[in-house]
T-cell receptor, first 115, second 112 residues
Framework: NAGVTQTPKFQVLKTGQSMTLQCAQD?????MSWYRQDPGMGLRLIHY???????DQGEVPNGYNVSRSTTEDFPLRLLSAAPSQTSVYFC??????????????FGAGSRLTVL | GQQLNQSPQSMFIQEGEDVSMNCTSS?????WLWYKQDPGEGPVLLIA?????ELTSNGRLTAQFGITRKDSFLNISASIPSDVGIYFC????????????FGQGTTLQVKP
């Protein structure tokens, strides 16, 4: 049982390049989300999904796209990378059962540097 | 938007000491959670709290959901070197969609 798997662990991009951060979970969780972590700011929600085909914006969605074609996968796309997107990105998932939906399981993170 | 104020920002303590950290908010939360993050890893759940006034323990860790639903604290008793890391509080709203608001984190260092 792998839990939440993120790839790649590290990535360096040049300004303007695009890329996709992959996230997969094998726990049959309905809810999935992406957070970014910056020093001194905790984790901030980028996008989230409550099921296949359903996504919505979080607190800091600009510059990122998501889609959810299957229950297992929730990729995060950067269309035109900017230095302000240098961060550590975490994917998380949870069940949709009442307040249990707020109990997130996190992946190990993807560290992105944009030059 | 909603914000959580977590304090202290950092702590440097001697092994064996007790530790206390807390989070406050101007908003009400339905769920309070405490996570620990080791270097290079994702946050791992320590304790989840679901009811106002709830007091829950997990080994040497104890956390409480404030009566007003706007605050929570985490205590660690008899600290050990492996307690080193960043501790985050997080609040979940009544919508129960897995959207959490996180505190800024408390960095704990333990001197053997």
């Amino acid at each position: 049982n792998a839990g939440v798997t993120q790839t790649p662990k590290f990535q360096v991009l040049k300004t303007g390049q695009s890329m996709t951060l992959q996230c997969a979970q094998d726990m049959n969780h309905e809810y999935m989300s992406w957070y970014r972590q910056d020093p001194g700011m905790g984790l901030r929600l980028i996008h989230y999904s409550v099921g296949a085909g359903i996504t919505d914006q979080g607190e800091v969605p600009n510059g990122y796209n998501v889609s959810r074609s299957t229950t297992e996968d929730f990729p995060l796309r950067l269309l035109s990378a900017a230095p302000s997107q240098t961060s550590v990105y975490f994917c998380a998932s949870s069940y949709s059962r009442s307040s249990g939906a707020n109990v997130l399981t996190f992946g190990a993170g993807s560290r992105l540097t944009v030059l | 938007g909603q914000q959580l104020n977590q304090s202290p920002q950092s702590m440097f303590i001697q092994e064996g000491e007790d530790v206390s950290m807390n989070c406050t908010s101007s908003s009400i939360f339905n769920t309070w959670l405490w996570y620990k993050q080791d270097p290079g890893e994702g946050p791992v759940l320590l304790i989840a709290l679901y009811k106002a006034g709830e007091l829950t323990s997990n080994g040497r860790l104890t956390a409480q959901f404030g009566i007003t639903r706007k605050d929570s604290f985490l205590n660690i008793s008899a600290s050990i070197p492996s307690d080193v890391g960043i501790y985050f509080c997080a609040g979940g709203g009544s919508s129960n969609t897995g959207k959490l608001i996180f505190g800024q984190g408390t960095t704990l260092q333990v001197k053997p």
